[in-house]
């Protein structure tokens, strides 16, 4: 059983930075594709960005890429998503998750079709407003 903690979230004014952390409570999740998504009440969920860090290979969306910058530190079992000019479009409840295969397998086509992964965290909130 694989368990994900979100935390970072919070209030921020457009045009800030929040970096959240995703820490997983097995070794080697360096071997999953790790994802963060948002949801905002009665949207769909959409993808953000994956890694998978042995890999070394990322993705991002569209709406995303250029902002904002998915790392892991595998020592601290902890995958990163650094944000940065923030909008208030970016607010959301972020969710990380994980799970094994490839990279496509997960984050691919429209953002909105990401995920399929077995293993996910409650979310941390993030309110990007002045």
């Known amino acids: 059983q694989l368990d994900l903690v979100e935390s970072g979230g919070g209030l921020v004014q457009p045009g800030g930075s929040l970096t959240l952390s995703c820490t997983a409570s097995?070794?080697?999740?360096?071997?999953?594709?790790v994802g963060w998504f948002r949801q905002v009440p009665g949207t769909e969920r959409e993808g953000v960005a994956c890694?998978?860090?042995?890999?070394?290979?990322?993705v991002y969306s569209d709406s995303v890429k250029g902002r904002f910058t998915i790392s892991g530190d595998i020592a601290k079992r902890t995958v990163f998503l650094q944000m940065n000019s923030l909008t208030p479009e970016d607010t959301g409840t972020y969710y990380c998750?994980?799970?094994?295969?490839?990279?496509?397998?997960?984050?691919?086509?429209?953002?909105?079709?990401?995920?399929?992964?077995?293993?996910w965290g409650k979310g941390t909130l993030v309110t990007v407003s002045a």
């Open positions: 890694i998978r860090s042995d890999e070394g290979a990322t």
């Open positions: 998750a994980a799970d094994h295969g490839m990279l496509t397998a997960y984050c691919s086509g429209a953002v909105s079709k990401w995920g399929g992964m077995d293993y």
């Open positions: 097995l070794l080697n999740v360096e071997y999953y594709v």
